[in-house]
Protein backbone atom coordinates (compact mmCIF):
# COMPACT_ATOMS: atom_id res chain seq x y z
CA UNK A 1 0.00 0.00 0.00
CA UNK A 2 0.98 3.33 -0.64
CA UNK A 3 0.72 6.58 1.52
CA UNK A 4 2.36 9.72 1.69
CA UNK A 5 3.56 10.98 5.38
CA UNK A 6 2.45 14.60 4.73
CA UNK A 7 5.66 16.13 6.17
CA UNK A 8 8.70 17.96 5.27
CA UNK A 9 11.03 16.72 8.38
CA UNK A 10 13.34 14.12 7.07
CA UNK A 11 14.08 12.90 10.89
CA UNK A 12 10.16 12.25 11.09
CA UNK A 13 10.35 9.93 7.84
CA UNK A 14 13.38 8.06 8.64
CA UNK A 15 11.47 6.95 12.29
CA UNK A 16 8.35 6.44 10.57
CA UNK A 17 9.76 4.07 8.22
CA UNK A 18 12.23 2.64 10.65
CA UNK A 19 8.69 1.74 12.63
CA UNK A 20 6.09 0.72 9.35
CA UNK A 21 9.00 -1.72 7.72
CA UNK A 22 8.18 -2.97 4.52
CA UNK A 23 4.44 -3.65 4.00
CA UNK A 24 3.59 0.32 3.21
CA UNK A 25 5.47 2.49 0.81
CA UNK A 26 5.88 5.50 2.25
CA UNK A 27 6.15 8.46 -0.11
CA UNK A 28 7.82 11.94 1.04
CA UNK A 29 5.66 15.24 0.08
CA UNK A 30 9.01 15.74 -2.23
CA UNK A 31 8.16 12.67 -3.75
CA UNK A 32 4.69 13.81 -4.82
CA UNK A 33 5.87 16.74 -5.94
CA UNK A 34 4.88 19.14 -2.97
CA UNK A 35 7.91 21.18 -1.64
CA UNK A 36 6.20 24.15 0.26
CA UNK A 37 5.54 24.19 4.14
CA UNK A 38 1.97 22.68 5.10
CA UNK A 39 0.27 25.49 7.07
CA UNK A 40 -0.48 24.59 11.31
CA UNK A 41 -2.83 27.17 12.05
CA UNK A 42 -4.44 25.45 15.10
CA UNK A 43 -4.31 25.52 18.77
CA UNK A 44 -4.42 21.66 19.09
CA UNK A 45 -2.33 18.63 17.75
CA UNK A 46 -5.34 17.07 16.71
CA UNK A 47 -6.43 19.81 14.45
CA UNK A 48 -3.00 20.97 12.78
CA UNK A 49 -2.46 16.85 11.88
CA UNK A 50 -5.42 16.73 9.85
CA UNK A 51 -5.29 20.35 8.79
CA UNK A 52 -2.04 19.13 6.93
CA UNK A 53 -3.95 15.21 6.16
CA UNK A 54 -6.72 17.32 4.45
CA UNK A 55 -4.47 19.63 2.34
CA UNK A 56 -2.66 16.58 0.62
CA UNK A 57 -5.38 14.31 0.28
CA UNK A 58 -7.62 17.15 -1.23
CA UNK A 59 -4.59 18.48 -3.93
CA UNK A 60 -3.33 14.97 -4.63
CA UNK A 61 -6.38 12.74 -4.31
CA UNK A 62 -3.71 10.36 -2.47
CA UNK A 63 -4.14 8.09 0.94
CA UNK A 64 -2.03 9.89 3.20
CA UNK A 65 -1.33 10.75 6.50
CA UNK A 66 0.08 13.92 8.99
CA UNK A 67 1.45 14.15 12.42
CA UNK A 68 1.87 16.65 14.91
CA UNK A 69 3.72 16.37 17.68
CA UNK A 70 4.03 18.42 20.75
CA UNK A 71 5.47 18.69 24.23
CA UNK A 72 3.22 19.52 26.61
CA UNK A 73 4.70 21.08 30.69
CA UNK A 74 2.08 20.96 32.89
CA UNK A 75 3.76 23.59 35.18
CA UNK A 76 4.07 25.96 31.97
CA UNK A 77 -0.02 25.15 31.25
CA UNK A 78 0.95 22.31 29.02
CA UNK A 79 2.79 24.91 26.87
CA UNK A 80 4.25 24.77 24.25
CA UNK A 81 1.99 21.99 23.01
CA UNK A 82 0.72 22.87 19.52
CA UNK A 83 3.86 25.50 19.03
CA UNK A 84 6.40 23.07 19.81
CA UNK A 85 8.42 23.56 17.11
CA UNK A 86 7.84 27.50 16.98
CA UNK A 87 7.95 28.17 21.08
CA UNK A 88 10.80 29.86 20.29
CA UNK A 89 9.73 31.89 17.26
CA UNK A 90 8.99 31.21 13.57
CA UNK A 91 12.28 30.07 12.29
CA UNK A 92 11.78 26.98 14.39
CA UNK A 93 15.10 26.37 15.56
CA UNK A 94 15.83 23.59 18.00
CA UNK A 95 18.41 25.22 20.14
CA UNK A 96 16.51 28.41 20.94
CA UNK A 97 13.50 26.46 21.49
CA UNK A 98 15.42 24.05 24.53
CA UNK A 99 17.15 27.41 25.75
CA UNK A 100 13.71 28.89 26.08
CA UNK A 101 11.97 25.63 27.75
CA UNK A 102 15.13 25.40 30.18
CA UNK A 103 14.69 29.75 31.12
CA UNK A 104 10.39 29.54 31.73
CA UNK A 105 11.76 26.02 34.08
CA UNK A 106 14.76 27.53 35.90
CA UNK A 107 12.17 27.93 39.11
CA UNK A 108 9.68 25.18 38.78
CA UNK A 109 9.85 22.27 40.89
CA UNK A 110 7.52 20.14 38.85
CA UNK A 111 9.71 19.33 35.78
CA UNK A 112 7.00 16.76 35.01
CA UNK A 113 6.62 16.23 31.10
CA UNK A 114 4.41 14.65 28.29
CA UNK A 115 5.68 13.88 24.53
CA UNK A 116 2.11 13.57 22.18
CA UNK A 117 1.66 12.93 18.76
CA UNK A 118 -1.70 12.85 17.08
CA UNK A 119 -1.71 11.31 13.37
CA UNK A 120 -4.57 12.15 11.12
CA UNK A 121 -4.92 9.50 8.25
CA UNK A 122 -7.33 9.93 5.13
CA UNK A 123 -8.05 6.76 3.21
CA UNK A 124 -10.76 6.62 0.61
CA UNK A 125 -12.51 9.76 1.81
CA UNK A 126 -12.65 8.64 5.27
CA UNK A 127 -11.30 10.19 8.26
CA UNK A 128 -9.32 8.58 11.60
CA UNK A 129 -7.21 9.84 14.32
CA UNK A 130 -4.46 8.11 15.92
CA UNK A 131 -2.83 9.14 19.59
CA UNK A 132 0.58 8.37 21.18
CA UNK A 133 1.78 9.46 24.63
CA UNK A 134 5.30 8.96 26.56
CA UNK A 135 5.59 10.48 29.84
CA UNK A 136 8.54 12.01 31.25
CA UNK A 137 10.25 14.43 33.04
CA UNK A 138 12.76 17.79 31.47
CA UNK A 139 16.21 17.90 33.19
CA UNK A 140 18.43 20.73 33.27
CA UNK A 141 21.06 20.74 30.60
CA UNK A 142 21.04 19.13 27.73
CA UNK A 143 22.48 15.53 27.11
CA UNK A 144 22.75 13.41 24.20
CA UNK A 145 23.44 13.60 20.32
CA UNK A 146 20.42 11.69 18.61
CA UNK A 147 17.27 12.62 17.65
CA UNK A 148 16.17 16.25 17.34
CA UNK A 149 13.76 18.45 18.85
CA UNK A 150 13.38 18.51 22.80
CA UNK A 151 15.12 15.10 23.07
CA UNK A 152 17.95 16.03 25.01
CA UNK A 153 16.05 17.65 27.63
CA UNK A 154 13.59 14.61 28.25
CA UNK A 155 13.58 11.63 30.09
CA UNK A 156 10.98 9.30 29.50
CA UNK A 157 9.28 7.80 32.73
CA UNK A 158 11.85 4.94 34.21
CA UNK A 159 14.89 5.81 32.29
CA UNK A 160 17.72 7.66 32.78
CA UNK A 161 18.96 8.55 29.63
CA UNK A 162 16.94 11.29 27.06
CA UNK A 163 16.14 10.58 24.04
CA UNK A 164 18.84 11.88 22.46
CA UNK A 165 20.88 9.55 24.09
CA UNK A 166 18.90 6.49 22.90
CA UNK A 167 19.66 4.81 19.75
CA UNK A 168 16.66 5.22 17.29
CA UNK A 169 15.32 1.89 17.66
CA UNK A 170 15.56 2.08 21.78
CA UNK A 171 13.84 5.44 21.15
CA UNK A 172 11.24 4.14 18.63
CA UNK A 173 9.91 1.23 21.25
CA UNK A 174 8.56 3.59 23.38
CA UNK A 175 8.43 7.40 21.81
CA UNK A 176 5.10 9.13 21.57
CA UNK A 177 4.86 8.87 17.41
CA UNK A 178 5.81 5.37 18.02
CA UNK A 179 2.77 4.52 20.01
CA UNK A 180 1.04 6.45 17.33
CA UNK A 181 2.12 5.14 14.38
CA UNK A 182 1.14 1.25 16.51
CA UNK A 183 -2.16 2.42 16.35
CA UNK A 184 -2.02 3.84 12.81
CA UNK A 185 -0.34 0.22 11.61
CA UNK A 186 -3.34 -1.87 13.51
CA UNK A 187 -5.61 0.00 11.50
CA UNK A 188 -4.01 -0.02 7.85
CA UNK A 189 -3.39 -4.05 8.56
CA UNK A 190 -7.17 -4.09 9.42
CA UNK A 191 -8.27 -1.92 6.58
CA UNK A 192 -6.20 -4.12 4.36
CA UNK A 193 -8.08 -6.89 5.24
CA UNK A 194 -11.59 -5.84 4.30
Known sequence: MKLCFATNNAHKIHEVKALLGNEFEILSLEKIGFKDDLAEDHETLEGNSLQKAE???????????????????????YQPGARSARYAGNQRNDQANNSLLLDNLSNSLDRRARFRTVISLIINDEK????????????????????????????????????AEMTLPEKNSMSHRAKAVEKLIRFLQKYNSR
Open 55 to 77: FIYNKFRISCFADDSGLEVPSLN
Open 128 to 163: HQFEGIVEGEIIKEQRGHSGFGYDPLFVPSGYTQTF
